[in-house]
């Protein structure tokens, strides 16, 4: 486990040391991604600030839900980026995979540490911001539990959304090429649940809340923390199921890559 730890940490610190090489470059990119979060939130702002609320949620309640998604799906774009299907399948279609096969370093360790963008550091900024906005606005009554439960929150988005790369590269093992369907989960699924579920038809509620367990990852926890009932009568632990739901998402995903790493057939280029 230290060997690991200390393999990751050089792959990490290599790409970590070649993408500050130019800093100037590298500035403009973490700005630019700022200002992409920010003129998308700030947009939404506007508009809902006319309307007064969505769904029966504030400004300041909404912008809790986006900025918790941002910090967490940055995060998770970064430290799983190796795994996202159109970079993943170009190896695998370019036959280096095969290469990284021949390592004695385990393959999952090299891919975890194959594409670490740095410049995502700017949307997790912009993310902190957001969510420092919805504090000012909607304030919270903390307790213990709330301040202790929140990283756990983060931590189970991270690891559904990283489940689900883990799954996109994974088939790309039989399809070469990315599927969009697993775009739909990771990107579409992240913006879904950046707004209350109570705007949504019942029948896509229902299935980002019994069939993929998104609603369970950011909505129920922010209800808790926001002190809101809950307008569909789940029960309470509802709201407490999040690091259980992305856990579980996370295994599962990593019993599937074993799976297709013993099926794996190289494309022989």
Request: no cysteine.
């Amino acid at each position: 486990m230290r060997h690991a730890w200390s393999t990751y940490r050089r792959l990490i610190g290599a790409q970590v040391r070649s993408q500050l090489q130019y800093r100037v470059s590298f500035a403009l990119d973490v700005l630019s991604t700022m200002m992409f979060t920010a003129t998308e939130f700030g947009a939404f702002a506007l508009v809902l600030n006319r309307f007064g609320s969505v769904g029966g949620w504030s400004l300041g309640e909404v912008a809790f839900l986006y900025g918790l998604v941002e910090i967490s799906f940055a995060s998770m774009d970064m430290l799983f980026g190796g795994f996202d299907a159109p970079s993943f399948g170009q190896q695998i279609r370019k036959g280096t995979l095969d290469q990284l096969l021949l390592r004695p370093v385990s393959l999952t360790l090299q891919v975890f540490g194959s594409d670490f963008a740095l410049r995502r550091l700017g949307r997790v900024a912009s993310g902190v911001v957001v969510f420092g906005f919805a504090l000012a606005l909607s304030p919270i009554d903390w307790t213990l539990f709330k301040v202790l439960y929140l990283p756990l929150v983060a931590l189970g988005m991270i690891l559904f959304f990283g489940g689900v790369f883990v799954i996109g590269g994974t088939l790309t093992f039989w399809t070469v090429e990315g599927t969009e369907a697993v775009n739909v989960l990771t990107y579409g699924g992240s913006n879904l649940i950046v707004y209350p579920m109570s705007i949504y038809e019942e029948w896509l509620r229902r299935l980002f809340t019994f069939v993929i367990p998104a609603a369970f990852l950011n909505y129920y926890p922010a209800l808790y923390f926001l002190d809101k009932p809950d307008p569909f009568g789940l029960p309470e632990f509802a709201s407490f199921v999040a690091p259980l739901a992305g856990g579980l998402v996370f295994l599962a995903a990593l019993l599937f890559w074993r799976f297709g790493l013993k099926h794996y057939q190289s494309t022989g280029t």
